[in-house]
């Protein structure tokens, strides 16, 4: 296959060539933005203490964390399009890093939140590693590629769980008190993120063909359609609801599960961390191998056989939660969690894998609105859980039967009613 060419497979011990080495880095990029999305959450017990914040505004902090990002994704999706990823990617990671630095800043309530809504916007990086990966893939590769790139970047969400609380231990074995120690701690993933904008700018490119400003613009601004045009298709909706049920859900137990396995089993931070981060963890092969089935599948039953894939993972989803909601012992809480975490990884991959077929002339707009879609269902959640009257266990089970019936629901929709993925390789091919 030519070198301007998007590759047919992806060998991940690979690192030449402009589609593995941008395909490296954009999920490192990712990995980094996770980590300073969800730095703040293993945090919480000693920032709660600090600034004496209620059960109802740690469920704010938690809202506004995921709430900026529905707007960001909406408008990075669109700025993928036409600026092109590494731009993007690169404005998104300096203006980003700027309040995971200053977050420590925050001396009350309003303050903090504040600096949660802003480093909300951080989330807009999974639009971009999606799109660029696509825009590195060959329609038959596309969704392991995405998967992977997804799975490995969110794993920082799963790595900053333990990692925090350890940089804030370390920065207290110096002599910092621990309200000091979280601020500064917080400084570390805002340099990481300023080092990969660098990184990003200097060694990715917008294509196997060149950057925009170097191939020919006339033939790009042709192959994409209008906003509300590409949002027409009930089928983007439908994915951007299953993944508010699976990503939704996994950007909420982020922000979560520190504080409920701190509360609920009386234990230290670190400790706690590193129940959290197993979740996280499962990311390393969990969203890989919801694309590289649903990749499988897609080729013997078409896109009809992704959305039966999808729906059944969500289904299957929402049933492990609500065996996690009645948990009664950290055993079984753990069992329970990896067994719903399990599949909802595979549906964050198995979605990603219809995405980039719906639309192949607006992908970056489609990814942002299935993006946000997710965010969308994290804020949701998150309402659950700052409700003094119902309990984290009580939010679980609300949550879990919500996730089945979106499952059974996506049953009745066919996603492969007019894309098949011989017939889209042939029209990325001749577009």
Known sequence: MSANKPLSQLNVLRFSGVQMRTFHITWMTFFVCFFGWFGIAPLMPAIRADLGLTKPQVGNTIIAAVSAT??????????????????????LLLIGSLPVMLVGLAHDYTSFLLFRLAIGVIGASFVITQFHTSSMFAPNIKGTANAVAGGWGNLGGGITQLAMPLIMATIIGFGFVKADAWRLAMIVPGLMMLVMAFVYWKYTKDTPAGNYDEINRDTNAKSTVPFWQACADVRV?????????????????DGVAALYFFDNFHMEETEAGFWAMLFGFMNIFAR???????????????MRGKGIMLASMLLLEGCGILLFAQAGNLTMAIVSMLTFAMFLKMANGGTYAIVPFINPKAVGVISGVVGAGGNVGGML???LFKSQSITYGQAFMYIGGIVAAVGLLLFLVNFGRTVTIEKTETELQTA
Not at 72 to 90: E, V
């Open 70 to 91: 529905i707007f960001a994704r909406l408008i990075i999706g669109k700025l993928c399009d036409s600026w092109g990823p590494r731009k993007t990617y690169t404005a």
């Open 237 to 253: 909706w439908a994915l951007a609801i299953a993944y508010a049920c699976c990503f939704g859900m996994e950007i909420t137990f």
């Open 288 to 302: 890989a191998v919801g694309g590289i089935v649903a990749d499988k599948i897609g080729k013997k039953y078409g």
């Open 381 to 383: 959640m998150g309402f």
